[in-house]
């Protein structure tokens, strides 16, 4: 089992996505109870963060596009038993997220735990 915990900024995120995406919590724990907790390691890791940080396609219920039109998450396995969910966002509004991006979550989040 692995222990899941929640940056500040993907709060912030989901928060914002919740306004159009009523369905945004149930897609995310889906990802969440499933593969994540139980150990698995999906999505494409992300180069050059210095990290190990994955980003996995999450079906948006709400837009009905399947995975390609859905979200995507980016998370961080800190230890063989910890992961963190750093961002979460639609690929509608956004396209990528940057290596650089994704270490200033990261080192947030280390600075307030």
């Known amino acids: 089992m692995i222990d899941v915990f929640v940056s500040p900024t993907f709060e912030r995120q989901v928060k914002a996505l919740k306004k ?4 945004i919590g149930k897609d995310i724990d889906e990802f ?3 593969p994540l907790k139980s150990g698995q390691v999906i999505g494409e890791q992300v180069q050059g963060v210095g990290y190990a940080v994955f980003k996995v396609r999450v079906p948006n219920r709400d837009a009905k596009r399947g995975k ?3 979200y995507r998450i980016v998370y961080y396995l ?3 038993t910890t992961a963190v969910l750093l961002a979460v966002y639609a690929k509608s509004d956004q396209v990528d997220i940057t290596a650089s991006d994704i270490r200033a979550i990261i080192e947030s989040f280390e600075r307030q735990n």
């Open 78 to 80: 800190k230890a063989r």
């Open 32 to 34: 969440v109870s499933k």
């Open 68 to 70: 390609r039109g859905g």
């Open 20 to 23: 159009r995406y009523k369905n």
